[in-house]
């Protein structure tokens, strides 16, 4: 058998909106509705959901301005904080 694992899509910064109109607080409410289909989907079929959407969170529910250089992609630090939740998975 082959198990499937689910990374939760990564919220977005207030910043975004400065240089790109993108209206963050409704992408980020959209972005928490997708999380939650992908993890009853998830739980539906015995698949798991890994959810690194909430450790990217900063105080006010946007993605912490730390973990990305633009509002919407990870940088390093970011991808720190990726690895480290995936990698327990990697190794089963």
Do not use: M, R
């Not at 910064?13 to 790109?20: G, H, I, Q, R, V």
């Not at 963050?24 to 959810?51: M, P, Q, R, S, W």
């Amino acid at each position: 058998t082959v198990d499937l694992y689910f990374v939760s899509v990564i919220p977005q910064n207030k910043d975004l909106e400065s240089y790109t109109g993108i209206k963050v607080d409704e992408t980020n409410g959209a972005i928490l509705e997708i999380n939650d289909d992908i993890k009853k989907l998830c739980e539906e079929y015995g698949h798991t959901f890994v959810d690194l959407h909430s450790l990217l969170l900063d105080e006010d529910g946007y993605l912490k301005k730390d973990y990305s250089d633009d509002g919407i992609h990870l940088n390093s630090s970011g991808f720190q904080v990726w690895t480290s939740l995936i990698k327990p998975y990697l190794e089963k």
